[in-house]
């Protein structure tokens, strides 16, 4: 073949078919991969480093990318692919592409599209380890970040530079739920010549896609709502297949941030899920989160569902009508001492929920942010951001509300 010969169609692996109109319920327990010759209805887990080839030609076509196939596990694999397809599905994109964590998503996301002398405008709000690896880290290698506020579109204009390559945002924010309008912020992006980011964590697909508002790239916690149950530490970056395929895999194929098949496998499983327990959850968190708001010995509750939120509008618009499932409030207590105290008796009184950091899982989670997630920030930084010692985190998840009431009864009773 004489180099100046059109070149052959890439060979691609198969995909199955659906309706244009197909809902994103039926999507998520049914994208993937076709089946195997064995007929296999649950999805198959394919723990194997490499792949075999019928011979020496097919490898070379393969390996010189002019055929889509499994080569190895860094690259790509079945299981990893379905739960790829699914999610991209279900996120309204074209390509997926599944990391290790969410932060290796976010640190992926960072390598392919940014270079030493480029900026990033990012919310202050966003996941703390967020925070430290685009400031610390690619900070360290000549990438510069600018941080503004959540909800203030105009501070996200102002620190536009010329050397803006991305916009970073999280939807709602940890632990405040504080919102962005993610069609303005695509807005800005454009004008500038930059792209969007989303962290969709709290919100997941099921009540939120970005892509649909002119967001460019999602990223995923897979640990928290995907899988839902609390079970493995994994994550996505879902984008155009031009950026994934051109810009992410090479990256990927390098640097080698890849998702265990096992993993995958779990998170894909749990997608099947993911509507119901989104719907379910934010039900739950919403009764709770009015339930609180009558509470005496609280001040003040946090949660997008609420008419009192700031941003409620907003958020029902931006989310399908829904919440979500993180609540956040706030214990009475004459200054920061006894608040802490306050907030440590409504956290050690309960019984069901589980004190930890973790969210989305279907067990309810308690934390208090100031000392744990939010520990590591000094008293003034935590002040600015508004998270205060009488500060709760609750993550709501699929106990009966009233056993979940009873049990920040008991702590809110003895404080009141
Ligand atoms: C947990 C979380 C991350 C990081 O995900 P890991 O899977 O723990 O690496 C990023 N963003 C948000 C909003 C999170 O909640």
Request: with cysteine; charged share 20%.
């Amino acid at each position: 073949m004489s180099t100046l010969d059109p070149k052959p169609e890439k060979k691609r692996l198969p995909r199955k078919a659906f309706a244009p109109d197909v809902r994103l319920e039926t999507l998520a327990v049914r994208e993937g991969l076709p089946a195997t010759e064995w007929g296999e209805n649950s999805e198959g887990l394919f723990l194997t480093s490499s792949f075999n080839h019928p011979d020496a030609a097919t490898a070379a076509a393969r390996f010189a990318n002019e055929e889509e196939a499994f080569v190895y596990t860094r690259f790509s694999n079945p299981t990893t692919m379905m739960f790829e397809r699914r999610l991209a599905a279900l996120e309204g994109t074209e390509a997926a592409i599944a990391t290790s964590s969410g932060m290796s998503a976010i640190m992926l996301l960072v390598m392919g599209l940014l270079k030493a002398g480029d900026h990033v405008v990012c919310s202050r709000s966003v996941f703390g380890s967020t925070i430290k690896l685009l400031q610390g880290e690619f900070g360290k290698f000549g990438v510069q970040t600018t941080f503004v506020s959540q909800t203030d579109v105009a501070e996200w204009r102002a620190a536009i530079q010329p050397n803006t390559k991305l916009l970073f945002a999280e939807t709602p924010s940890n632990p405040l739920t504080e919102v962005c309008d993610i069609a303005q912020l695509a807005e800005v992006a454009h004008a500038a010549g930059a792209l969007l980011a989303v962290d969709n964590c709290f919100c997941s697909p099921a009540l939120q896609r970005p892509a649909k508002l002119g967001a460019d790239l999602i990223i995923h916690s897979g640990t928290k709502y995907l899988d839902g149950q609390g079970r493995v530490v994994a994550g996505a970056l879902c984008g155009s297949e031009q950026l994934i395929e051109n810009v992410f895999v090479p990256v990927m194929r390098s640097a080698g941030m890849s998702l265990s098949p096992f993993n995958a496998w779990v998170v894909l499983k749990g997608l099947e899920t993911l509507s119901i327990r989104m719907a379910a959850q934010s039900a739950n968190a919403l009764a709770l989160a009015r339930w609180l708001e009558a509470q005496p010995s609280v001040e003040r509750v946090y949660y997008p569902g609420l008419p009192s939120h700031p941003q409620h509008e907003l958020a029902m618009k931006q989310q399908g009508g829904l919440g979500g499932a993180v609540v956040s409030f706030i214990t009475k207590g004459e200054g920061a001492d006894a608040a802490r105290r306050n907030a440590f008796a409504v956290i050690d009184h309960t019984r069901i929920c589980s004190i930890t950091s973790n969210l989305g899982d279907t067990k309810t989670t308690i934390t208090h942010p100031a000392t744990t997630s939010h520990g590591r920030l000094s008293e003034d930084q935590r002040q600015a951001a508004g998270i205060t010692q009488g500060m709760i985190r609750v993550a709501v998840g699929l106990e009966h509300i009233e056993d979940l009431k009873a049990d920040l009864a008991s702590g809110l009773n003895s404080i009141a």
